[in-house]
């Protein structure tokens, strides 16, 4: 079997059924003949959506405030990066969600009316949203990356006539954003902006 695999910054592999499984799965979905799964199949099926809402929790749960964890501080480019990545991660998921054999698997344990339905269900609508929010999110931090790559590049007394509009595509982020606008996304975003003008004011106080 594929190992399972759920770091954030590398692309998450759902745990898939193969060889002798895949093939019964096929014959069970094709002829719509749902007695013959019997309780090992049944087993497998819901021991798989367990693995998958499993992976998929874990991915969702991380959040950016985490980079203060790994980071001793952080700027806003490592908020890009997180936001990027996680973008690519969640679309990857979603990707594999919509497999044939997924859906096949969706559709037996629907069938043979197991307890585990409910949770694949839950598992896909919390992808989706989660697609949608790292869509947007991105969508924003899009513009705001030129502004901070040249406040990291240039010399720190080039950098007032900066700060001006960069806070402008904040605002507008802050007032548009559906997942980006709350105080506490916010506040981590500055703290980072802060940390990000203090290193450009610190290599200008001691080049070396």
Known sequence: MQKLSTKLFTHVKLF????????????????????????????????????????????????????????????????????????????????????????????ILECIKSVYTSTFAESFKKIVKGLHEADDITLWMKPLQPHFERIERDD????????????????????????????KRMIFLFQMISNMIIESSSKFLDPG
């Open 156 to 183: 720190f007394l080039e950098n007032d006539d900066k700060i001006h509009p960069l806070y402008h595509v904040i605002c507008l982020m802050w007032a548009h954003s559906k997942y980006y606008g709350t105080n």
């Open 16 to 107: 898939m059924v193969i060889n002798c499984l895949n093939i019964r799965l096929y014959v069970l979905f094709i002829r719509r003949d749902f007695g013959v799964c019997d309780i090992k199949v049944k087993n497998s099926l819901e021991g798989i959506v367990i693995k998958w809402h499993s992976a998929i929790d874990r991915v969702l749960r991380d959040s950016s405030s985490s980079i203060f964890e790994r980071h001793a501080n952080p700027t806003p480019m490592h908020e890009v990066r997180f936001w990027e990545m996680r973008r690519k991660n969640v679309k990857n998921i979603y990707q594999q969600l919509l497999d044939p054999r997924v859906k096949a698997i969706a559709n």
